[in-house]
């Protein structure tokens, strides 16, 4: 079970917390607000009040600990920065800072985050992917060039089982699951697909897109 201390609790500290949780995480939640951390000890059991920019705060919280340290204050760059680079000072094993523009994301690297997201950019990237492709009921993108896509399943495959469908041979793609009647599963060798299935893929994301029109 992996250890994570997320360090924020806004909008998006909240649902990475609840859905990390919801994952068996084991999960530390901090914020400077006594009031909301009273709210969320109801669900998590590490819960505190604490600032963060103080050495001793982060000391308490024991940042060597956690498999992974999230930053997540907010708009602040100054309290972002600050939080960031005392975690990399401490020996924090893996540090992943929220940024609110391309920026502040680089400034954020700079002082000492393994990863910079930009939440509001990684889903614009998403919906723009769905409203180009007809059939892309979801898509991840994981690098400039990698992407995971939901689609519904092709005509051509329809009625074939996987290891006749030729995904990897003609697109070099990697079929991750499929969801079907009975949810989501990883498909054997010998899985027939229909034509209510969709189908997970990885892979490039310029061979996604140009199979998904």
Known sequence: MKTILI???GEFGKHLAYRLLDLKADVCVVDT???LINVLSEDF???YVADCT????LKDLGVK?????????????QTSLEITSKLRLMGAKYIIAKATNTL????LIMAGANESIYPEKDIASKVAQMCIADNVLDAFVISDEYSVFEMKVRNEWIGKPLNQSNIRSKYNLNVMAVRGDNGIIVP???YVFTEDDSIFLFGKSSVLKKLSK
């Open 45 to 47: 059991e590490n819960a």
């Open 65 to 77: 600990t956690f498999d992974i340290c999230v930053v997540s204050v907010g708009s602040d760059l």
């Open 54 to 57: 103080k050495d001793a705060a």
């Open 33 to 35: 607000d006594k009031e």
């Open 7 to 9: 360090i924020g609790m």
């Open 188 to 190: 054997d060798p010998e």
């Open 104 to 107: 502040q994301s680089k400034f």
